[in-house]
């Protein structure tokens, strides 16, 4: 998304809102933009680690009033003074989203839009398909500037799979007894088309032996497979499986460094 857009999404799941929103903030903070965020609700744990992981922000980094990524009211009459507050500490543009949990339009749509015309203010409202009244996707289509995809490969509330270029990624828990997870993993694996499988499990959380095994069995044949930014068990529990399939090549890869980590403590 540029800068000064109003979009809304679609979720499907509690990993999405995750995975959609920390990538929102993600980029935010990237770009040396002041991010508010509303109505959580219990949510900011899992948002929080995901920030982690990034990188953006350091292991027992809390939100403040000072800080990059701030959480205001869910109270859309203080949205704009929220805003000016942070454009007058320099910061060149303001992102806002949250999560929305309420049937119908949310009322924050109304205070956005003149924020967003007249100032580099950049919104992303996530919303969740199981509560879209009848019409109110076409009610959100006119009121936004875009709609933004993020259709998954796989998504079953638990463990979501969707594809960045020719990069998987994998988030949430895997394991041996989600068949289903496993073969779309598989699936969307083989379409690599001989070149080497890439897999970004930075946001995998949860992975047992079982799983761990089949995809290394699998999926791991020539050319290999490397997996980006694997947690230190994940890493240690694929190492020691690799082992035990020494026609399986497998290759361990950090995600990339980010330097916007002091950013996110302005």
Excluded: K
């Excluded at 041996?176 to 959380?205: E, F, I, K, Y």
């Amino acid at each position: 998304m540029t800068r000064g857009g109003h979009a809304f999404v679609l979720l499907d799941s509690e990993e999405a809102h995750t995975q959609v929103v920390g990538d929102f903030v993600i980029e935010g903070v990237r770009r040396g933009e002041c991010v508010l965020l509303a109505g959580l609700g219990g949510r900011e744990r899992r948002l929080w680690s995901r920030l982690r992981r990034s990188g953006v922000v350091r292991e027992g980094w809390q939100p403040s009033a000072t800080t990059a990524v701030r959480l205001v009211p869910p109270d859309p009459d203080r949205l704009a003074e929220a805003v000016a507050g942070a454009l007058a500490e320099g910061y060149a543009g303001v992102r806002f989203s949250g999560a929305i949990t309420t049937p119908g339009v949310n009322a924050f749509e109304a205070a956005v839009a003149p924020l967003v015309a007249e100032h580099p203010v950049t919104v992303l409202c996530p919303y969740f398909r199981s509560m879209l009244e009848p019409g109110q996707h076409e009610a959100l289509t006119a009121l936004h500037d875009t709609e933004v995809d993020v259709a998954p490969v796989y998504d079953d509330g638990v463990f979501r799979l969707t594809r960045r270029g020719e990069l998987l990624c994998l988030a949430g828990e895997l394991d041996s007894g989600n068949a289903d997870a496993l073969r779309a993993v598989l699936a969307a694996t083989l379409t690599a088309g001989g070149r080497p499988a890439s897999w970004d499990v930075a946001d995998l959380h949860f992975l047992d032996v079982g799983a761990a095994d089949s995809l290394v069995a699998a999926a791991a044949g020539p050319p290999g497979l490397t997996l980006v930014g694997a947690s230190r068990l994940t890493a240690r529990l694929v190492r020691l499986l690799a082992d035990r399939h020494p026609d399986r090549t497998v290759d361990l890869v950090d995600a990339p460094p980010d330097d916007a980590a002091e950013g996110a403590h302005r």
